[in-house]
Nanobody, 122 residues
């Protein structure tokens, strides 16, 4: 199994930037794809971005395209989400996720972190 721990959340003003980190431990050799999801209170969890662990192929949801950048450091077993030009609608708990599958998409993740709060003030 893979253990995931997010960090880097906080309170920022609209237009500001924040970088989230996700540290993976345990059976990290089994990771094929890692991704970021977010969930606002009372709303459903939605896909944000994903990256294949070996090749670094990326995918973004339309609402963050051009503003967010996902990356990973395989030597550090860490994934990052650089968030720029933040908007109030980006406010949510952000979750790190991982799966064995190599397809860089929004489905079939089975390992999850506990989340980190991102709040963007207007």
């Amino acid at each position: 199994q893979v253990q995931l721990a997010e960090s880097g959340g906080g309170l920022v003003q609209a237009g500001g930037s924040l970088r989230l980190s996700c540290a993976a431990s345990g059976r990290t050799f089994s990771i094929g794809t890692m991704g970021w999801f977010r969930q606002a209170p009372g709303e459903e969890r939605v896909f944000v971005s994903a990256i294949s662990w070996s090749r670094g192929t990326t995918l973004y949801t339309d609402s963050v395209q051009g503003r967010f950048m996902i990356s990973r450091d395989r030597n550090k077993n860490t994934m990052y989400l650089q968030m720029n030009s933040l908007k109030p609608e980006d406010t949510a708990v952000y979750y790190c996720a991982a799966k064995r599958g190599l397809r860089t998409d929004s489905v079939n993740y089975d390992s999850w972190g506990q989340g980190t709060q991102v709040t963007v003030s207007s």
